[in-house]
């Protein structure tokens, strides 16, 4: 579990960042590009906000879930 205090923020990371951290986790969330997306710009606003707020909700419960086993590292990063 990563402490609130050393948590990335995710909020202040592009969506690029974002897919990047989701690609390297193995979570699956398939954010919508401008295509599937309605082309008012308000609406893709909300929506791509709505996206983005899932997004993080994902990352902060893949964070939160994280267990490191300490003897399953190497030695010499142990001392």
Same mark, same amino acid.
């Given at each position: 579990?990563?402490?609130?205090?050393?948590?990335?923020?995710?909020?202040?990371?592009?969506?690029?960042?974002?897919?990047?951290?989701?690609? +390297? *986790? @193995? #979570?699956? !969330? $398939?954010? %919508?590009? /401008? &295509?599937?997306?309605? +082309? *008012? @710009? #308000?609406? !893709? $606003?909300? %929506?791509? /906000? &709505?996206?983005?707020?899932?997004?993080?909700?994902?990352?902060?419960?893949?964070?939160? &879930?994280?267990?490191?086993?300490?003897?399953?590292?190497?030695?010499?990063?142990?001392?």
């Amino acid at each position: 579990m990563t402490k609130t205090r050393y948590a990335l923020a995710y909020g202040e990371c592009t969506d690029a960042e974002l897919r990047s951290f989701i690609k +390297s *986790r @193995g #979570l699956h !969330f $398939h954010f %919508k590009s /401008s &295509q599937d997306l309605d +082309s *008012r @710009g #308000l609406e !893709f $606003h909300i %929506k791509r /906000s &709505q996206n983005r707020k899932a997004a993080i909700r994902s990352l902060r419960h893949a964070d939160a &879930q994280a267990n490191l086993q300490f003897f399953d590292l190497p030695p010499e990063m142990r001392n």
